[in-house]
């Protein structure tokens, strides 16, 4: 059985990962790290402690009314990307422990296709 490295527990909500292939399980945000546990095989799980976190990058759409998944970045293991039944709960739990400036809105979908041309004008 895994340990968990929180003492506390500020919010336990379902949620799945998309590392791999999609993982249904609870999410837990507590006061040392920010965890993943697979709803049924005990050995997969995502244990995330603060200080390991770079920066939160949120996907917002409809200005706001809308978070459809989050990326959690790490200086040392690359990318994990979550989504959960409440998004903005989350984000408002793990912005206790992870300073404002770090959390951050992704590109939408038209800022990536206008920084493409961009690019592309000033290679030329």
Same mark, same amino acid.
């Given at each position: 059985?895994?340990? @968990?490295? $929180?003492?506390? *527990? ?7 990962? &998309?590392?791999? %292939?999609?993982?249904?399980? $609870?999410?837990?945000?507590?006061? #040392? ?6 709803? =049924? !095989? =005990? =050995? ?8 390991? *976190?770079?920066?939160? @990058?949120? /996907?917002?759409? &409809? +200005?706001?009314?809308? *978070? ?5 970045? %790490? #200086?040392? $293991?690359?990318?994990? %990307?979550? @989504? @959960?039944? !409440?998004?903005? %709960? ?9 300073? /404002?400036?770090?959390?951050? #809105?992704?590109? +939408?979908? &038209? !800022?990536?296709?206008? =920084?493409?041309?961009?690019?592309? #004008?000033? $290679?030329?």
């Amino acid at each position: 059985m895994v340990q @968990s490295l $929180n003492t506390k *527990i500020d919010l336990t909500t379902k949620g799945t990962t &998309f590392v791999g %292939t999609t993982e249904y399980g $609870n999410i837990m945000i507590g006061d #040392k790290a920010f965890e993943f546990y697979h709803q =049924r !095989d =005990r =050995r997969k799980y995502i244990q995330i402690p603060w200080q390991e *976190i770079d920066f939160v @990058s949120a /996907s917002v759409l &409809f +200005g706001g009314k809308w *978070i459809p998944r989050y990326q959690i970045h %790490t #200086k040392q $293991n690359g990318t994990f %990307t979550f @989504s @959960s039944k !409440d998004p903005k %709960t989350v984000l408002r739990a793990i912005r206790v422990y992870i300073d /404002s400036q770090k959390m951050v #809105k992704s590109l +939408g979908f &038209f !800022d990536v296709i206008k =920084r493409a041309f961009i690019r592309k #004008k000033t $290679n030329k």
